[in-house]
Nanobody
Framework: QVQLVESGGGLVQAGGSLRLSCTAS????????MGWYRQAPGKQRELVAA????TEYADSVKGRFTISRGNANTVYLQMNSLKPEDTAIYYC???????????????WGQGTQVSVSS
């Protein structure tokens, strides 16, 4: 059994910052990477950032967001210079780092809401 718990979302004005945290527990030994996804209303879930040694970022957040690992089962997403278009539910995911980048699994957190006002 795998469990992912996110925290750190909230409401912030444009230009502000938030830090998301995700802690994984359970049978996680077979996973070597973690990622953050987001889903805005009416849109598909998209990869925001992933880390597995190397890191990967969506073009829309490069230079503003930073993903990091606290230890083997914790991942953070530091979000700076937030924009209204960053408003979404953010989900943590366990995965694998493959030759082509991050490969997600079916293990997801419950999500945390990030809302950015203009």
């Amino acid at each position: 059994q795998v469990q992912l718990v996110e925290s750190g979302g909230g409401l912030v004005q444009a230009g502000g910052s938030l830090r998301l945290s995700c802690t994984a527990s359970g049978r996680i030994f077979s996973f070597n990477a973690m990622g953050w996804y987001r889903q805005a209303p009416g849109k598909q879930r998209e990869l925001v950032a992933a880390i597995g040694g190397p890191t990967e970022y969506a073009d829309s957040v490069k230079g503003r967001f930073t993903i990091s690992r606290g230890n083997a089962n914790t991942v953070y997403l530091q979000m700076n210079s937030l924009k209204p278009e960053d408003t979404a539910i953010y989900y943590c995911n366990l995965g694998q780092w493959a030759g082509y980048g991050y490969a997600s699994s079916n293990y997801w957190g419950q999500g945390t809401q990030v809302s950015v006002s203009s």
